[in-house]
């Protein structure tokens, strides 16, 4: 995952990203992700987040950036 290519922030320091969640809509059901937009949650506007983010999105995501290392926490389903 590493890139000798500076970001588009401008710097290329090493990344170890210590807190990270995949999330499979289609396997489970995440209310907060897949329920009905909720224009007033506490933390903004989270309609980019809708949608899976797996390993090839993480990448897409982190591109450009010196990620060395990541640290996966589980994403629980609504149970």
Same mark, same amino acid.
């Given at each position: 995952?590493?890139?000798? !290519?500076?970001?588009? @922030?401008?710097? #290329? +320091?090493?990344?170890? %990203?210590? *807190?990270? *969640?995949?999330? %499979? +809509? #289609? %396997? =489970?059901?995440? /209310?907060? +992700?897949? #329920?009905?937009?909720? &224009?007033?949650?506490? @933390?903004?506007?989270?309609?980019?987040?809708?949608?899976?983010? +797996?390993? /090839?999105?993480?990448? &897409?995501?982190?591109? =450009?950036? %010196?990620?060395?290392?990541?640290? *996966?926490? &589980? !994403?629980?389903?609504?149970?």
């Amino acid at each position: 995952m590493t890139s000798a !290519a500076r970001n588009a @922030l401008g710097f #290329d +320091l090493p990344i170890f %990203d210590a *807190h990270h *969640h995949f999330w %499979d +809509l #289609d %396997d =489970g059901h995440f /209310p907060w +992700l897949t #329920d009905d937009y909720d &224009e007033h949650f506490f @933390l903004g506007d989270y309609r980019r987040m809708c949608r899976n983010f +797996l390993p /090839p999105q993480y990448r &897409e995501a982190t591109a =450009g950036f %010196d990620v060395i290392g990541t640290v *996966h926490v &589980e !994403a629980v389903p609504i149970r």
